[in-house]
Every structure is written in C-alpha cells, then in structure tokens.
C-alpha cells in the first residue's frame, strides 16, 4: 500500500510540473523522428484517491491525444511507435 501510495505522489508531482504551454512553439529537435504509431490500452486502469471516475475508452482517448499533440508535430523519416498502458489515475 505503501508504494501505492508513493507512485501516486510521484505523479501528481510530474503532472504538477508539465505544462502544454510550449506546444505553441516550434518542437524541441528529436533527430529523425516521427511518430507512426500512437498505441494506448487502459484495461488495467485503476482509480486514485480523489479521482473522478473515467472509463477506458476516455482514458485510452484522453492519453491518446496528448500523445499526439506532443509527438504528432515531428516530421522526420524514422518512424517510431509508441505503446502505453494505463495503469492507474489520479
């Protein structure tokens, strides 16, 4: 329960510190890269404490889109493919 209840704070405290507000400007260069695929599955995904409930299709959407956003911008040759599994929210 104990790493349960750390692995949370930990991503509370990495959620508190990103912001969207550099998707306005020109993407940090990653080399060649491109995303191709975008895979996200949220089966196992439980909810933290204080958490609104969400179902799997809005997490899976939700993580999918972000993904994109970030990522999509790039428009190198490499393909990359991307593949996540939610496991628990907050």
Same mark, same amino acid.
């Given at each position: 329960m104990?790493?349960?209840v750390f692995g949370? $704070? %930990? %991503?509370? $405290? $990495?959620a508190a510190c990103s912001s969207g507000a550099d998707l306005d400007e020109a993407p940090v260069p990653l080399g060649d890269f491109r995303l191709e695929h975008n895979i996200v599955v949220a089966s196992k995904a439980?909810?933290?404490?204080l958490s609104r409930p969400a179902t @799997? @299709? @809005?997490l899976t959407a939700a993580v999918k889109a972000a993904m994109a956003e970030r990522f999509g911008r790039y428009e190198g040759t490499s393909r990359y493919h991307f593949g996540v599994s939610v496991e628990g929210y907050v």
């Open positions: 104990v790493r349960v949370v $704070l %930990m %991503m509370a $405290l $990495l439980q909810r933290g404490p @799997e @299709e @809005e």
